[in-house]
């Protein structure tokens, strides 16, 4: 049951609402466009901040869905409600809808996070907010976000969650950014207008 229930989170993370807004409100394959990936960011770039805001909400949702049932049905079991939220996160970035290819995983981890610890929540905005302000880059930003997620549960979440969700959803997300840290040696990381 226990497996069945890990590859049931995998899966509820898999599910590609970037593509599938795309594609049934705007008759489009999202991965032709902009940077070609699912997710909130490039869905907003290129078909509007409605369908992006859509899209961030739909997959946050991923996160919370997979933590809060996990904790409904694995009460006090930290391990496996950890290990629900980080496995929401890789089915996201790795959707076997789109053959293994997804999202970046930052708006799952967050709705994961919400729901694991509500302040390492409010440390991922405020930190997202604040560098992406700043530089006007999104993929800055997520990074500061997630790493402040990762220090304020060392500090202040169980151990489990910091190994079984903290360390390898970061780790994840970062890989998942590779691209993006390509084009920002380069110069060539697009950036949001302020107007």
Do not use: C
């Not at 509820?12 to 593509?19: E, H, I, N, Q, S």
């Not at 394959?29 to 940077?35: A, C, L, M, V």
């Not at 859509?54 to 950890?82: C, E, N, R, S, T």
């Not at 950014?177 to 084009?183: A, D, E, S």
């Amino acid at each position: 049951m226990l497996l069945l229930w890990l590859f049931g989170v995998f899966m509820m993370g898999a599910v590609p609402w970037g593509y599938i807004v795309a594609h049934l409100r705007f008759h489009t394959d999202i991965r032709e466009h902009g940077s070609q990936n699912i997710g909130a960011t490039n869905v907003a770039r290129t078909l509007g901040i409605k369908a992006g805001l859509a899209v961030l909400a739909l997959d946050a949702l991923k996160g919370v869905a997979a933590v809060g049932l996990a904790q409904v049905f694995y009460p006090h079991q930290m391990w496996i409600i950890g290990i629900s939220g980080f496995l929401a996160i890789l089915g996201h970035v790795f959707s076997p809808f789109l053959r293994f290819r997804g999202g970046k995983g930052i708006a799952t981890g967050l709705g994961g996070v919400a729901m694991l610890s509500p302040g390492a929540a409010i440390v991922a905005v405020l930190a997202f907010a604040l560098i992406a302000g700043t530089t006007r880059i999104v993929s800055v930003g997520s990074l500061g976000g997630i790493i402040g997620v990762m220090v304020w549960m060392m500090f202040f979440a169980s151990f489990a969650y910091v190994w079984g969700f903290a360390v390898p959803a970061v780790l994840l997300t970062i890989w998942a950014h590779r691209k993006n840290w390509g084009r920002l040696i380069k110069g060539e990381e697009p950036r949001f207008s302020k107007s």
